[in-house]
């Protein structure tokens, strides 16, 4: 059974989402404080962590950090919209994905399969020198990168950037992060580089609507596999 | 300004004194006079000369010049009693002496002249400094051009003084000294447009003509300072004229500083505005999650709830349901407060049904079942205003509630003290870390990670204080908070009557 560990203090919220998600069929264990929460995502060892940021004692994007110093359990942010520059550096620091409150329990269950799917994908990649996201297949040895067995020419930039994005594909990877990986030190704000090469990238791969290659508005990018949705 | 008249004053002691003193020179040595020599008798007849000058000016010194010379000739040059000089050395005498008294009259006149001139300048300085000194220090714009136009009228004896400064549209006058200024004159002063001001005041008066100084500041204006009065000397016109220079750097100052006060000012709304938005939403927001949590698995056909899941989610959003109404109707009377019209609509009232309806404003059934309300005195009756104080006594539950362990009773009690009664409200919760102890009921007390705070402790204080009551927080032994407000009890006798009216209250 999949475990999902739920950390808010909102008592209410916490209670719905138990139930809702326990109906679901999910296994679930609930943590009002960041401390607890981070003591039960070791003894616990869920599948996937619901975080909300506002928490009484330790800081949403600071929990982010101490997990990923040991864990790569993906991290669903749920936050408030008025939060957006903390959203982002809670992706920076790690989290994998957010949803907006309020949110339906199909929204969140929804974007929780996503993130489980693209984990285990994650766990297979370890190591291999093929990546594979739905169609799309990228060759880290020959440098080469096929769309549902056809060859697709790439410069070298796009390639690391598809590369980058498709190791860990559901994550969402904000600009700064992209821009420095890439890029290098000292980048981090020229957007607009990284829009004329997703641009590039999606007419290349077929995907002019972006449904391979999300956009998150003001905050970045995201590979998903398209595949497995109906 | 009362120069002219001293002076006059000053001649006329000098006459008299050259009068009297040669009167006793010439006495003093009448006797003698066979025995010494002319030139010495010269010598002594200077002096009442010199005295004359000293005291009343070059003026006097003529007159003593001449009287000294009939004196001498006709008492003291031989042959005696006639203008008749006799001997040419006696000629040499009388002309030696007429030369010497003047230049020795001029020579003191001088120097008299440069010391009063001196002393003048002083009494102008000092003048000058006493005005200056009250224009230095913190003073408010108001209060500096009382003092700017008080001190002007007083120094100068005006009958009427006036600051004029520049307003958005036109001059406004900034403070008055000495005799009201009619609207009829203020009319002639400022300049509206459509209606003609006079550039010249053609008054029957001419000593008491209006007129005025214009006050800069590096070639900007500032304002005018217009007088009605006499000003005739020319010291004095440089006296205020020197001390508008300074009015107007102390006003420009003040202005200024008023100015920045309400930039800060400005900038305090702002952040605090801020603040107030991003605490009301997130309050908004986190029932709003909840709400639409439970709704949303309550509606989704491939969640299979049993019979209590469905109870608790149907009964998370009936409480979280009542959470968002409290908060939308504090925010209603937040913005009544901000937009200062509320004011309480006090009725007498027993302070046990204020509590009953705090707790029916609470709404949630469950919430109720966890305050425990012991017997409370009855007979307190306070004047009140029965929404707001139950509206305080619910944001109090609301907020012990949300602090409390759940199934810890909250106890809400009832405490008379002298003239006031004081309702307390303690939790069993972790209690208020010292650090925010002072910050509890601003409007955003709250540390931006803790998900509790928002407006309801504002409120509840805004409205005490709307009551002419106290609210404070403490930390009991046990380690729960402890809010605390009171009220001021209604005396017994104004109760009575209202009984026996029977038709006041509720």
Request: proline share 4%; aromatic share 6%.
């Amino acid at each position: 059974m999949t475990k999902i560990l739920l950390v808010d203090d909102d008592r209410s919220l916490l209670r719905a989402l138990e139930i809702g998600l326990g109906a679901k069929g999910y296994d679930t264990a609930v943590s009002a404080t960041g401390k607890d929460g981070l003591t039960k995502a070791v003894l616990f060892s869920p599948d996937l962590i619901l975080l909300d940021m506002g928490l009484p004692d330790i800081d949403g994007i600071q929990f982010c950090r101490q997990l990923r110093s040991y864990s790569e359990t993906p991290i669903l942010v749920l936050s408030a919209a008025e939060d957006e520059t903390r959203k982002v550096e809670a992706l920076d620091a790690g989290a994998d994905d957010y949803v907006t409150k309020p949110f339906g329990m199909a929204e969140l269950d929804a974007r929780i399969r996503v993130a489980l799917r693209h984990a285990r994908n994650r766990s297979d990649h370890n190591g291999a020198t093929l990546v594979k996201v739905g169609d799309i297949e990228v060759d880290l040895e020959r440098r080469q990168v096929t769309n549902a067995g056809v060859p697709i020419e790439l410069t070298a930039r796009e390639f690391d950037i598809l590369l980058y994005l498709a190791k860990n594909s559901g994550k969402v990877y904000t600009h700064h992060q992209i821009l420095r990986d890439i890029w290098g030190r000292g980048y981090g704000e020229e957007t607009h580089y990284l829009r004329v090469y997703i641009n590039r990238l999606r007419k290349k791969l077929n995907d002019p609507e972006g449904k391979i290659i999300r956009t998150k508005p003001g905050i970045g990018y995201q590979l998903l596999d398209t595949t497995e949705d109906s | 300004m009362l120069n002219s008249r001293k002076s006059r004053r000053d001649q006329i002691k000098g006459i008299a004194l050259t009068t009297a003193s040669f009167l006793i020179v010439t006495l003093a040595m009448f006797p003698f006079r066979s025995h010494i020599s002319v030139a010495t008798a010269a010598l002594v007849l200077v002096i009442p000369v010199i005295l004359g000058v000293v005291v009343g000016g070059f003026g006097v010194g003529l007159v003593g010049i001449v009287a000294g010379f009939v004196i001498y000739d006709f008492v003291f040059i031989p042959p005696y009693y006639t203008l008749n000089v006799g001997q040419t050395q006696n000629w040499i005498a009388l002309g030696v002496y007429v030369a010497v008294v003047i230049i020795v009259s001029r020579v003191v006149a001088n120097m008299k002249d440069a010391r009063s001139v001196a002393v003048e300048g002083e009494i102008h300085a000092r003048q000058l400094f006493e005005l200056s000194k009250l224009l230095l220090g913190e003073h408010e714009l108001t209060e500096l051009l009382d003092t700017v136009t008080s001190s002007v009228q007083q120094t100068f004896q005006f009958e009427a003084v006036l600051l004029l400064l520049q307003g958005p549209e036109r001059l406004e006058v900034g403070a008055t000294a000495g005799r009201p200024v009619t609207a009829n004159e203020l009319h002639e002063l400022i300049p509206e447009s459509g209606f003609p001001a006079a550039l010249l005041r053609h008054s029957d008066r001419d000593s008491q003509s209006l007129f005025s100084i214009a006050l800069t500041v590096a070639g900007k204006p500032v304002g005018l300072l217009v007088m009605q009065g006499a000003l005739a000397q020319n010291p004095d016109i440089q006296l205020l004229s020197t001390f508008a220079n300074h009015a107007a750097l102390a006003i420009e100052q003040a202005q200024l500083k008023e100015q920045a006060l309400e930039a800060q000012l400005l900038t305090e709304t702002d952040k605090w505005r801020r603040a107030l938005l991003s605490s009301v939403s997130h309050d908004l927001r986190t029932p709003l999650a909840s709400i639409k949590a439970a709704a949303s698995g309550l509606n989704d056909p491939s969640v299979n709830l049993d019979q209590a899941q469905t109870r608790e989610l149907l009964d998370t959003i009936s409480t979280e349901t009542d959470r968002l109404s409290r908060l939308v109707v504090n925010l209603l009377d937040m913005t009544r407060i901000e937009a200062g019209v509320m004011t309480p609509n006090n009725e007498i009232i027993e302070i046990s049904d204020l509590i009953e309806e705090g707790l029916t404003a609470l709404g949630d059934d469950r919430a109720r079942a966890q305050v425990s309300v012991p017997e409370s005195p009855s007979d307190l009756f306070v004047s009140a205003d029965h929404v707001l104080i139950s509206q305080v006594i619910a944001n109090l539950l609301d907020n012990a509630l949300r602090h409390s362990p759940k199934g810890k009773p909250v106890a809400i009690e009832v405490a008379p003290r002298d003239s006031e009664v004081f309702v307390t409200v303690t939790d069993q919760g972790p209690g208020v870390p010292p650090q925010l102890m002072e910050h509890v009921f601003e409007m955003f007390s709250k540390d931006s990670d803790s998900s509790h705070a928002g407006i309801g402790l504002a409120i509840a204080k805004a409205f005490v204080s709307a009551h002419g009551g106290q609210i404070s927080v403490e930390n009991s032994p046990s380690g729960g908070a402890r809010f605390s407000f009171s009220l001021p009890l209604v005396p017994f006798d104004e109760r009575r009557y209202l009984d026996d009216e029977d038709t006041f209250g509720r």
